[in-house]
């Protein structure tokens, strides 16, 4: 098994690790994999409600140094796009950055679906928080 | 496509830590998969590839003579460190050749007496999967479960026993966990109901006392790379006094080594393998007990200081430079990734090839989960103190950065029950 330099950079300095509160609203929480599995993604986006851009990502990972990266990477990307256009970002994007050998190809699947589980629900705190703001007016 | 260049992980530079005075990086601390060549084998070898590079066959000149001298000098020493007669001793290419010619070899001699066999789940693959290729060929096969600390239940044994058994084949020690099984009353029960008993001693010959005849074995595979001897070597001990045991050759030629093993000698290696056993007879006693000391002092340093870390498999029946240990909520090949100037094995998934997590840890109950946090140490005979302490300290200083980054470890902090999340992946 032989690690890609990017690999190796986002394992020893991971970028934006840490946890938001996730009862915030404006917190979107995707948490994927199973630790049976070996690899668990927990990805967190803050949103700007008026311009839908993510200002803010945050990851935590158990797995190993390429879904570390897989998920490192991500919170790197989705920062500063709109939900609409983190939702574009592909794992084969991640494989190409990182040189994912075939046999890591799931981590970077799995980093695309810890970016689309924290959309998702971000999305539906939004749409169950709606009706309360405007009752609240 | 990207050019990145890729290195492999032991080659990595090492930037961030400096070694203490005397610890020369990387370390090499996973002795159950090979260990170094001990100077005192190379040493005796060396002169066996060219002036003394006769074929031990050749039975007419001093060139062959001097080979086979070389040769019957091996066979004695490895006959006296197992207490066997030399003629019980047939040298192979090393204990996967041993253990298809043990297996492979009793099953088709004594196939008229019956077709079952019996080993354990916690084999290696050389037993694991010559058994199930015997499968094939009509041959049934019980393979054991072991307990949670790895050993065999003697009354499981005694029950699969029937009939038609011919064979048990039992390891002595396990590559993974280092686990003992108990030889001698696998090796009594088999006497007593007249099947033969192999045993995989792969990684106990050299390391702790062996004796065929106190144990009970009739047939036995010996490892030389395992004990600081050559690779592309090993042994086979075949019993052949109360009861005579006899094996079908799996490789036909020359007749060589009384007709089970045809092929040329492998002089060099066979001398070092010889050699190697000689070395351990002199300093097992005193060699065991230091590595059991290192491996404790090992154990000690990092249960110390961290929580939640699981040994696996008995402490009490384990080879003495084995240390198998799960660090719950980290998964291993990023561990090693961390700790990339020491040598060492995970049971993680992502280090095998086949994708999923040991089948030794798994067979002994341990969740898949911890079974991919687990970490193999093998201490052998040229570590010490002071690397003990630093692949302690450095496995410490990994651990606790990654389960700083593991939602795990933040979930169970949080109170949360792991078991009780419903996974996505699942």
Known sequence: MSYSDKVIDHYNNPRNVGSMDKSSNDVGTGLVGAPECGDVMKLQIRVNRDTNVIEEAKFKTFGCGSAIASSSLATEWVKGKTVDEALTIKNMDIVKELSLPPVKIHCSVLAEDAIRSAIADWKKKQETTKPVAVEAK | ?426
């Not at chain 2, 031990?56 to 080979?67: D, T």
């Not at chain 2, 103190?385 to 169970?412: F, G, H, K, N």
Request: glycine share 10%; charged share 25%.
């Open chain 2, 1 to 426: 496509m990207s050019t990145d260049v890729k290195v492999p992980p032991q080659q990595l530079p090492v930037t961030h830590v400096l070694a203490p005075e005397g610890v020369k990086l990387p370390i090499y601390m996973d002795n159950h998969a090979t260990t170094p060549m001990d100077p005192r084998v190379l040493e005796e070898i060396l002169p066996y590839f060219m002036e003394k590079f006769g074929n031990a066959a050749s039975r007419n000149h001093s060139f062959g003579w001097i080979a086979e001298e070389g040769v019957e000098t091996a066979r004695e020493r490895i006959a006296k460190l197992v207490g066997s007669t030399t003629k019980e001793i047939i040298f192979t290419s090393g204990a996967t050749e041993s253990d298809n010619l043990a297996i492979k070899g009793v099953a088709e001699m004594y196939r008229e007496k019956g077709n079952h066999i019996i080993t354990a789940v916690t084999e290696h693959k050389a037993v694991l999967d010559t058994c199930k290729r015997l499968e094939k060929y009509g041959y049934r096969v019980t393979y054991m479960p072991v307990q949670k600390d790895g050993l065999i239940d003697l009354d499981d044994l005694k029950r699969a026993m029937d009939d038609k058994t011919i064979l048990v084949t039992i390891m002595a020690a396990n590559n993974e966990i280092g686990v003992l099984q108990p030889v001698a009353e696998i090796g009594k029960l088999c006497r007593e109901r007249g099947v033969i008993f192999h045993t995989d001693a792969t990684q106990a010959v050299g390391k702790i006392p062996v004796d065929v005849n106190k144990l009970n074995i009739d047939v036995m595979s010996i490892s030389g790379h395992k004990m600081y001897g050559p690779k592309g070597v090993g042994a086979l001990y075949v019993r052949r006094k109360n009861p005579r045991v006899q094996v079908s050759a799996i490789i036909d030629g020359g007749g060589h080594e009384r007709g089970m093993r045809s092929g040329t000698l492998n002089v060099p290696g066979i001398v070092g393998l010889g050699k190697a056993c000689a070395l351990a007879q002199e300093e097992m006693a005193t060699e065991s007990v230091r590595l059991a000391g290192l491996r404790e002092r090992l154990r000690d340093r990092i249960m110390g200081k961290l929580d939640e870390v699981y040994i696996n498999g008995s402490m009490e029946h384990r080879l003495p430079g084995n240390l198998n240990i799960s660090f719950a909520y980290v998964e291993g090949e990023s561990l090693l990734m961390g700790i990339n100037d020491v040598a060492v094995s995970s049971g993680s998934a992502c280090t095998s090839a086949t994708l999923e997590p040991s089948y030794v840890l798994k067979a002994l109950g341990t969740g898949d989960d911890l079974a991919h946090s687990s970490i193999r140490f093998g201490i052998g005979r040229f570590n010490t103190a002071a690397e003990v302490d630093y692949v302690a300290d450095r496995v410490i200083e990994t651990v606790e950065r990654l389960r700083e980054l593991s939602p795990l470890y933040e979930m169970a902090k949080e109170g949360i029950n792991l078991k009780d999340v419903k996974w996505a992946g699942e």
